[in-house]
Antibody, heavy 118, light 107 residues
Framework: QITLKESGPTLVKPTQTLTLTCTFS??????????VGWIRQPPGKALEWLAL???????RYSPSLKNRLTITKDTSKNQVVLTMTNVDPVDTATYFC??????????WGQGTLVTVSS | DIQMTQSPSTLSASVGDRVTITCRAS??????LAWYQQKAGKAPKLLIY???NLESGVPSRFRGSGSGTEFTLTISSLQPDDFATYYC?????????FGQGTKLEIK
């Protein structure tokens, strides 16, 4: 059974760096074809894809945010970490991590709400 | 970047109705399109992948179709549990984009 869970701060100040961790089970990020992505959703708004890391350490980023994002994996801990630099109140959102299957995300974490405020 | 445009943004319908949601891509994405259902406060749920393939466990009243730049999600007979927000998502050139969502409301 595949499960994912996001963790990280609930409140971050503007200009700080946000670090989120996705801890997963039921699959391995060393298996060919596997990927884990991050998606966010501001309150009342649409989903926005942020980044994805593949089993072979290939990384993809949203063009609009790529200068602020870094995605890494720790296969020994079954974790994927997303860092976002220089956060702003517009980055307030629920952040989800998800398991990639083919071109879609078939398993999602419950999400974690991050508020950016001074 | 590939943009996804969903229509309508809001749809009012009744139990038993047949409804269709459309998603258009700004350039061809072949069949690299997925549909999700999201209920308030919950994570999205994958319904359809590769434009027309039903995810395991999803009721057969959900049907996806299309290729290239135009895609549709049809629910053949609305059930009370179907009132939610629906998103399309494309995968092209190793990048992903979601549509802006369609909120399906009870009439």
């Amino acid at each position: 059974q595949i499960t994912l869970k996001e963790s990280g701060p609930t409140l971050v100040k503007p200009t700080q760096t946000l670090t989120l961790t996705c801890t997963f089970s039921g699959f391995s990020l060393t298996t060919s074809g596997v990927g884990v992505g991050w998606i966010r959703q501001p309150p009342g708004k649409a989903l926005e894809w942020l980044a994805l890391i593949y089993w072979d350490d290939d990384k993809r980023y949203s063009p609009s945010l790529k200068n602020r994002l870094t995605i890494t994996k720790d296969t020994s801990k079954n974790q994927v970490v997303l860092t976002m630099t220089n956060v702003d109140p517009v980055d307030t959102a629920t952040y989800f991590c998800a398991h990639r299957s083919g071109e879609a995300f078939d398993y999602w974490g419950q999400g974690t709400l991050v508020t950016v405020s001074s | 970047d590939i943009q996804m445009t969903q229509s309508p943004s809001t749809l009012s319908a009744s139990v038993g109705d047949r409804v269709t949601i459309t998603c258009r891509a700004s350039q061809s994405i072949s069949s690299w399109l997925a549909w999700y259902q999201q209920k308030a406060g919950k994570a999205p749920k994958l319904l359809i992948y590769k434009a027309s393939n039903l995810e395991s466990g999803v009721p057969s009243r959900f049907r996806g179709s299309g290729s290239g730049t135009e895609f549709t999600l049809t629910i053949s007979s609305l059930q009370p549990d179907d009132f939610a927000t629906y998103y399309c998502q494309q995968y092209g050139s190793y990048l992903y984009t979601f549509g802006q969502g369609t909120k399906l409301e009870i009439k």
